[in-house]
């Protein structure tokens, strides 16, 4: 889905992306963000494995966080670090983009309520996460949530569907979205018990274990298996 409302489909590769009747070659146009989110709601700990690599158990409930719409950046965007901060990290992760307003949705109904699926990069502020709380400038600074290329409908995406983040070409994240610790499914209701989702919203489903610092020059890509690559670009702040 772009940002008129269009869904994108698994093949956008092979036969270009349609928008308002005309098809684009993808190398020819600038892929937006593909929702314009009142919110983007945020999973920690979901991954067994990366729980553990932070020396922390799985929690009992969705541990949640926020990511605010300044947070959102696009595929192939550039995006700079923070200045003077030591330690910022990539996190690969599955992002839901919700296709309905919704609100108190129950665990067998909810993937009704789901547009498609995409890429996202959960870009953390590990100096400021460690003090605060609430994570807010530890997880919610300016372009901290890239999300894309596509939205693609659920129906294309395997239920074991490989998540794999790479830096620089190395592989860094290998897993699998069957191994979440809490499904799509029960972290809508979990959400939908305290707020109302928008279409549009995002729910970032949280990051196999694999994360790791980012430094000037660096190119991370997610890629899910039924959707694609998400691409970004990491600079030094400009001042």
């Given at each position: 889905?772009?940002?008129?409302?269009?869904?994108?489909?698994?093949?956008?590769k092979?036969?270009?992306?349609e928008?308002?009747n005309?098809?684009?070659?993808p190398?020819?146009?600038?892929?937006?963000?593909?929702?314009?989110?009142?919110?983007?709601?945020?999973?920690?700990?979901?991954?067994?494995k990366?729980?553990?690599?932070?020396n922390?158990?799985?929690?009992?409930?969705?541990?949640?966080?926020?990511?605010?719409?300044?947070?959102?950046?696009?595929?192939?965007?550039?995006?700079?670090?923070?200045?003077?901060?030591k330690?910022?990290?990539?996190e690969?992760?599955?992002?839901?983009?919700?296709?309905?307003?919704?609100?108190h949705v129950?665990?067998?109904?909810a993937l009704?309520?789901v547009?498609?699926?995409?890429?996202?990069?959960?870009?953390?502020?590990?100096?400021?996460?460690?003090?605060?709380?609430?994570?807010?400038?530890g997880?919610?600074?300016?372009?901290?949530a890239?999300?894309?290329?596509?939205?693609?409908s659920?129906?294309?995406?395997?239920?074991?569907?490989?998540?794999?983040?790479?830096?620089?070409?190395?592989?860094?994240q290998?897993?699998s979205?069957?191994?979440?610790?809490?499904?799509?499914?029960?972290?809508?209701?979990?959400?939908?018990?305290?707020?109302?989702?928008?279409?549009?919203?995002?729910?970032a489903?949280?990051?196999?274990?694999?994360?790791?610092?980012?430094?000037?020059?660096d190119?991370?890509?997610?890629?899910?298996?039924?959707?694609?690559?998400l691409?970004n670009?990491?600079?030094?702040?400009?001042?």
């Open positions: 889905m772009d940002r008129s409302g269009n869904v994108l489909f698994g093949d956008w092979e036969h270009g992306i928008h308002q005309k098809i684009y070659d190398s020819d146009i600038d892929i937006l963000a593909p929702s314009n989110p009142t919110k983007i709601i945020c999973v920690g700990r979901n991954y067994l990366h729980a553990e690599e932070m922390n158990e799985l929690p009992e409930r969705p541990l949640l966080f926020i990511k605010t719409p300044n947070c959102l950046a696009s595929h192939e965007d550039y995006i700079e670090l923070l200045k003077d901060i330690r910022m990290d990539y690969g992760e599955l992002a839901v983009i919700i296709g309905q307003r919704c609100k129950k665990v067998d109904e009704d309520v547009e498609g699926y995409s890429c996202f990069i959960d870009v953390t502020n590990r100096d400021d996460q460690r003090w605060e709380k609430n994570w807010f400038r997880k919610a600074f300016d372009n901290s890239p999300v894309g290329p596509v939205v693609v659920p129906r294309y995406i395997p239920d074991d569907a490989r998540i794999q983040t790479r830096l620089n070409g190395k592989v860094k290998d897993s979205i069957d191994h979440m610790h809490f499904s799509v499914a029960e972290l809508i209701e979990e959400i939908t018990r305290y707020i109302t989702l928008e279409r549009g919203d995002i729910i489903t949280g990051t196999p274990e694999g994360v790791g610092p980012l430094n000037d020059g190119t991370v890509e997610v890629e899910i298996e039924g959707i694609g690559t691409r670009y990491f600079i030094k702040p400009s001042r």
